[in-house]
């Protein structure tokens, strides 16, 4: 911004806290309606310019970008265009396109036409050569995409039993890109060969494929391109995907492919031994060639995908390090091991001496008391032959996996482990009281993304232990973090912590009050990270109290200043230990329930409901539901609802216009007091304002008044985008009515335009048709303007003005207010407030041609899409711009389910 100063400019709610638009409203188009873009054409795409390789591609790159609005009949046109030049030209580089866009076609065509297309690309499989290599991958590729998109149409099996036999007969001889492509179709027709399959098995039917896909791509692992191999094992992980089973003799060549010399066959290893683990936990693998240990194939793929923390790779160190934390079964030694580089002894299976001697004798190793002198170190006690590494269960490269982990360069694999260490430490308590310390450790990291990760982790699992006093210490150090996230991160593991002594809490409050001091603008969070705190430790609050309020046995207590942050945050400590703590008032000072009275007034939602009287305190009861408060709900549900249908369904004219403008005025004051059903009557405010303008618009057009102008259009627009958008819970029936008013809103400024052009009709017919298919996805019934458009649809595109206009008149008045009435109880009303700054009016100055940073913190609240929240920044030349929030800096509130954005 090339400016000297810039000022933040927000808009104040009618408490007095800055707020910002919540709900993903749209911005307010303007009425100047467009027409419609004109129908697109495939003419370009003729054959006269064939001579010119430049121009055909140049005419399939426009033909691509115009795929998905070409109607059924101009993909016919297109698909017999691109026949005739896949017949005509000999460039390679035109039929690899002319091939892709067939398959695109085919995606967009109907069953029929994509049959026709599949069969046309199986033809150009027969006539593969070194040449046209790239052409047949394409066509494999294209074939693929077909199968996928009509994999539930019985067309997709004659596809498959016509080119699996021509596929299969590509692979030992064709080139990588095309053995490549023969897998992922292979993979992609896996469904189909199950479904023939299933079949079969039950007599329904006689046909199967000429071959097994799976045998396939197996047979594929051993390829000697390392596509072909990661491409193999990629299909076999689709084909799991898509409901096939995996077979346990794959499995056994897996310990070699996660040797191979390519990291990307490495990962694709690691994914599908991922799913072994989760397919078969239990069944029983040997360890090594000639050992004849067993164990469970859980924890053999466990300690291979440990072996892989070790890889040159960095991506392949991520992709075990995140695999790691979702074995959660996987056996308790093995956890240990994770923990330490040395291999322990449990970890190393014992042989006895039946078992060696077996060995001795198999290998005609023989032992004897005296050398014989026949031949050199005849007779010398040596366990020949005896390889140590095939009695151990895990690797000595497997131990300490974790630990390699958290010591990794790269701050992805750091995060990764932090992050499946804490994913078994919730599923596996006893495992958490060992890699607490590893964890905690990691709070020391530089980067602050790995700080974050251990301090979210530790928050997991702190319901399985308790924090030392040491441990406690080095997280505090965070809340002198210049990081918001990461003081605020620090915060709520506070609020889930549980303390074993005094002496915690007063190193806990010391470091609260130290980071209000130096970070004033974390204020809030540190009086709601207070609450929780006296809550939580009420016997601890007690204990720490008297020091806390600087009682003396033998003088009087001065009273504090109650203004003063740091003792507003000691005060809401105290209050919140109160009920569970009755015996603390006895230590309270004569001044308490003045400023009890104050606290309770200024931050109620910070301080528990007391009654007082004098200098005592009394916990008040709490509020449960009865019989009584149940029947006044339901009394002021049934009033809004019987006052708006009442008034809705009145006959069109003036008398419905007075009873709306009175329900108006009654839901209004029922949305301004604290009511339960509060939302529900605001909700009700913005449909029955936006019908009140319309119904006032069509009465007076029939009446021979025009008012209606271009504001009262941007007004019925706005309400109806708040009523869809800033609440949710609404059915789709509910969503439906309110869309309806932005078409009779744009129906009414057709009419009172001056002049009325085909483009603004067609402009129209549009917003009508999006509403149509709403209706038909949902089986919803549309509204009497909307059928009224929909049936004289062909009038309106071709008629003349008058008849146009006609149409438009009886549509209008044709509109009757639907009667919707939300769920009062799923019903929800977004909104958001600026925490900080606190001032919008204050003036921010930074140099010229240099960024400078401002921290905002909003409160957000019944949100679901938070990334569509935006800020919007005015700067002194009235220029606008629109910051959106990043996904790290949103993050859940404390103590509450609304959502805060930094």
Request: with cysteine; glycine share 4%; hydrophobic share 40%.
């Amino acid at each position: 911004v090339r400016s000297r100063s810039a000022m933040i400019a927000v808009r104040e709610s009618g408490t007095g806290s800055a707020t910002v638009v919540s709900a993903p409203v749209p911005a307010l188009p303007s009425l100047r309606l467009r027409g419609a873009p004109a129908r697109p054409s495939i003419q370009f795409l003729s054959l006269r310019d064939l001579s010119n390789r430049q121009d055909v591609l140049r005419a399939l790159v426009q033909l691509q970008s115009l795929v998905g609005e070409l109607t059924e009949e101009d993909v016919r046109d297109a698909t017999r265009r691109l026949f005739l030049l896949l017949n005509t030209v000999d460039d390679v580089i035109v039929k690899e396109k002319s091939v892709d866009l067939l398959g695109r076609l085919a995606c967009e065509a109907n069953a029929a036409d994509a049959g026709q297309i599949s069969m046309t690309l199986i033809t150009c499989l027969k006539k593969v050569d070194e040449d046209t290599s790239a052409v047949a991958s394409q066509a494999l590729l294209s074939l693929a995409a077909i199968c996928q998109r009509w994999v539930e149409h019985e067309m997709c099996q004659d596809i498959a039993l016509e080119c699996v036999p021509v596929v299969t007969g590509l692979l030992p001889t064709a080139a990588a890109n095309v053995r490549r492509a023969v897998l992922h179709l292979l993979a992609a027709l896996a469904p189909v060969e199950q479904r023939l399959q299933s079949a079969a098995a039950s007599g329904l039917a006689s046909l199967s494929l000429p071959t097994d896909v799976h045998r396939h791509c197996a047979a594929g692992i051993n390829d000697d391109e390392p596509r072909v191999r990661a491409a193999a094992l990629r299909g076999l992980l689709q084909m799991n995907d898509q409901g096939m089973p995996l077979q346990l003799d794959v499995y056994q060549q897996l310990a070699a492919v996660l040797l191979d010399d390519y990291s990307e066959v490495r990962i694709e290893a690691l994914q599908l031994v991922w799913r072994y683990c989760q397919a078969f936990p239990d069944t029983l693998v040997s360890v090594g060639d000639d050992s004849g240990v067993e164990m469970p194939l859980l924890d053999d793929g466990f300690v291979k995908i440990c072996d892989m923390m070790n890889d040159i790779a960095m991506p392949v160190r991520w992709k075990a390090a995140s695999l790691l934390g979702s074995l959660y079964s996987v056996s308790y030694r093995f956890l240990q091991q994770t923990l330490d580089k040395k291999l322990m002894s449990h970890l190393r299976a014992k042989r006895s001496e039946h078992d060696k001697l077996k060995e001795r004798y198999r290998t005609n190793t023989t032992v004897s008391e005296w050398e014989s002198g026949r031949k050199w170190s005849d007779g010398m006690p040596m366990k020949k032959g005896f390889d140590p590494t095939l009695v151990q269960l895990i690797s000595n490269g497997a131990c300490g996996a974790f630990v390699h982990g958290l010591e990794d360069e790269f701050l992805e694999v750091r995060k990764a482990s932090v992050e499946s260490m804490s994913n078994l430490a919730v599923h596996r308590p006893k495992f958490a009281n060992l890699c607490v310390d590893y964890i905690v450790d990691m709070l020391n990291d530089e980067i602050q993304a790995v700080r974050l990760a251990a301090m979210h982790c530790l928050q997991r699992i702190m319901t399985h232990l308790e924090l030392r006093d040491d441990q406690l210490d080095t997280f505090l150090s965070g809340l002198s973090d210049s990081s918001p996230e990461a003081r605020n991160a620090v915060r709520e593991l506070l609020t889930v912590v549980q303390l074993s002594s005094s002496a915690m809490l007063n190193s806990c409050l010391t470091s609260l009050q130290t980071n209000l001091t130096r970070y004033p603008e974390d204020q809030s969070a540190i009086y709601k990270c207070m609450k929780l705190l006296g809550c939580r430790h009420s016997n601890l609050v007690m204990a720490v109290g008297p020091a806390l309020l600087q009682n003396d046995a033998m003088f009087a207590t001065p009273e504090s200043d109650i203004e003063q942050p740091s003792y507003i945050a000691k005060l809401v400590l105290i209050f919140n230990a109160l009920p569970r703590c009755p015996t603390l008032k006895a230590t309270f000072p004569p001044f308490m329930a003045a400023h009890y009275a104050f606290l309770s007034s200024s931050v109620p939602d910070l301080v528990p409901k007391l009654e007082c009287s004098g200098n005592r305190f009394v916990v008040a009861k709490k509020n449960t539901p009865t019989r009584a408060k149940r029947a006044e709900f339901l009394e002021g549900e049934a009033f809004v609802k019987q006052s708006v249908r009442r008034a809705l369904e009145r006959q069109a004219g003036c008398n419905r216009l007075q009873f709306i403008t009175l329900t108006l005025l009654d839901m209004r004051r029922l949305s301004e007091i604290k009511s339960p059903v509060s939302c529900l009557a605001s909700w009700c405010c913005l449909y029955l304002e936006a019908c009140s303008l319309l119904e006032q618009a069509i009465y007076q057009k029939g009446s021979g008044v025009v008012s209606w102008n271009s504001s009262q259009a941007a007004k019925v627009l706005s309400l109806s985008y708040q009523a869809e958008y800033l609440y949710s819970g609404l059915s789709p029936a509910e969503q439906l009515a309110v869309a309806e008013l932005r078409v009779v809103a744009h129906i009414l400024q057709l009419l009172h335009r001056p002049s009325l052009t085909r483009e603004d009709v067609k402009c129209l017919l549009k917003r009508t048709n999006k509403l149509d298919k709403r209706c038909q996805t949902y089986s919803l019934q549309a509204g009497p303007c909307l059928q009224q458009l929909l049936v004289q649809s062909h009038e309106l595109e071709n008629g003349k003005t008058s008849a146009v206009l006609q149409c438009l008149q009886d549509a209008s008045q044709a509109w009757r207010p639907t009667v919707v009435l939300p769920n009062s109880a799923a019903l929800r009303r977004a909104s958001a407030s600026i925490d900080q700054p606190t001032n919008p009016d204050h003036i921010y100055q930074f140099s010229t041609s240099l960024a400078t940073s401002l921290g905002v913190d909003m409160t957000l609240r019944n949100i679901d899409e938070v990334h569509r929240v935006v800020l919007q920044v005015l700067f002194p030349d009235q220029s606008r711009r629109l910051f959106h929030a990043s996904d790290a800096g949103v993050r859940p509130m404390l103590g509450g389910g609304a959502a805060a954005a930094a």
